[in-house]
């Protein structure tokens, strides 16, 4: 059997429909479905059932995949896959939304952040370098730089669950299952496991121990 041919709209008919098209590099499936006042910038690419909302910007480089997009919602240099993002969001650049997720509204998904089948709440950030897989955020939550949702211990996946206005600070290790609770604070560079109360600070950080002149001969080319 022979390939199926893939239809694509044209720049004409987007720009008819009063989609903003700026260049000619830009890919959009025939059953996609543009709203009037959406950016398009190229190149890009836009394919399956996907839904963006009036407002939107998809920026250059993003691939978008079955997913929706919120209005006012700016995606910059991000791939989208069978996920929704909510209203007045960014995401981007070099943001990574795989399969089965569903972002509020106000949220902020930031440089190299990678999300997998996990549920975040209106207005939570994750703003750089986190990975988030298989969690369930509720409201508000900040995720700080380097946090990693440890969701895999080599035989299943476990999630684990956040709940409103909870702050995890850089570097924290979230090894699921894990239930962390309303308004927790997790101390930069714990790693913790099993329930967090709610309104509970958790620290997990080793001592630091400093050995005065430990460090003569330890680095042959210094």
Do not use: W
Request: charged fraction near 25%; charge should be positive; aromatic fraction near 6%.
């Amino acid at each position: 059997m022979g390939r199926k041919k893939i239809k694509y709209q044209s720049i004409r008919r987007l720009k008819k429909c009063g989609v903003l098209v700026f260049g000619k590099d830009i890919l959009v499936e025939a059953d996609c479905i543009i709203s009037s006042g959406v950016e398009l910038h190229s190149p890009c690419r836009i394919t399956g059932a996907t839904k963006i909302e009036s407002g939107a910007s998809i920026g250059a480089f993003s691939v978008i995949e079955s997913s929706k997009i919120g209005e006012e919602t700016k995606v910059e240099q991000c791939r989208v896959v069978r996920s929704s993002i909510g209203a007045h969001c960014t995401a981007g650049p070099f943001c990574y939304v795989r399969d089965g997720c569903e972002i509020g509204n106000d949220c902020r998904l930031g440089d190299f952040v990678e999300i997998k089948n996990s549920r975040l709440g209106d207005g939570c950030k994750a703003a750089h370098l986190a990975y988030i897989g298989d969690a369930d955020l509720g409201e508000r939550v900040n995720v700080g730089c380097g946090v990693v949702f440890a969701n895999y211990d080599g035989r299943k996946k476990s999630r684990t669950t956040v709940g409103n206005r909870c702050f995890l600070g850089c570097n924290c290790n979230i090894v699921a299952p894990a239930h962390i609770g309303d308004g927790a604070y997790i101390a930069a560079g714990t790693t913790l496991s099993g329930e967090v109360e709610s309104l509970s600070l958790a620290v997990g950080r080793s001592q630091l121990k400093i050995r005065s002149g430990g460090a003569a001969g330890r680095y042959l080319n210094g």
